[in-house]
C-alpha cells in the first residue's frame, strides 16, 4: 500500500512557475512509476508527465513540453513537478499516482495503482 500527499498548489499569474510535490508513504518508492496527471473543471483527467522507477525515463504531454520538468528524490520517496511559463488553460487539480507496471501505458491513467488526494492549481491571466 502506498500514501500519495501532494503539496505546491496555489494562486499564480501567467507566466509564473510553481513546484509540485508528492510525498509517497512506504518502503517500495523506487519500485514504482510516478506520474503527474490533471483535471480541469469539466473536462476529463488529463496525463501531464511520467517519470520511471529510476529516473532515467521521462515524458510529457505535448502542451507542456519544455515547461514543466518531472524529477523524483527515491531517497525522500518524493517526485516533483517543476512548472515554469505557466498558462491560465494549466489551470486544473493536479494529481499524482504511482504504478506498479512499467513499460507502455504511462499515459493511461488506469494503468496506475494509487492516487493522490490532489493540489490545486490556478493561473490568472
Do not use: H
Amino acid at each position: 500500500q502506498v500514501q500519495l500527499v501532494e503539496s505546491g498548489g496555489g494562486l499564480v499569474q501567467a507566466g509564473d512557475s510553481l513546484r509540485l510535490s508528492c510525498a509517497a508513504s512506504g518502503r517500495t518508492f523506487s519500485t514504482y512509476g510516478m506520474g503527474w496527471f490533471r483535471q480541469a473543471p469539466g473536462k476529463e483527467r488529463e496525463f501531464v508527465a511520467y517519470i520511471s522507477r529510476s529516473g532515467t525515463s521521462t515524458y510529457y504531454q505535448d502542451s507542456v513540453k519544455g515547461r514543466f520538468t518531472i524529477s523524483r528524490d527515491n531517497a525522500k520517496n518524493t517526485v516533483y513537478v517543476q512548472m515554469n511559463s505557466l498558462k491560465p488553460e494549466d489551470t486544473a487539480v493536479y494529481y499524482c499516482a504511482a504504478r506498479i507496471s512499467y513499460g507502455l501505458g504511462y499515459a493511461e491513467s488506469e494503468t496506475y495503482d494509487y492516487w493522490g488526494q490532489g493540489t490545486q492549481v490556478t493561473v490568472s491571466s
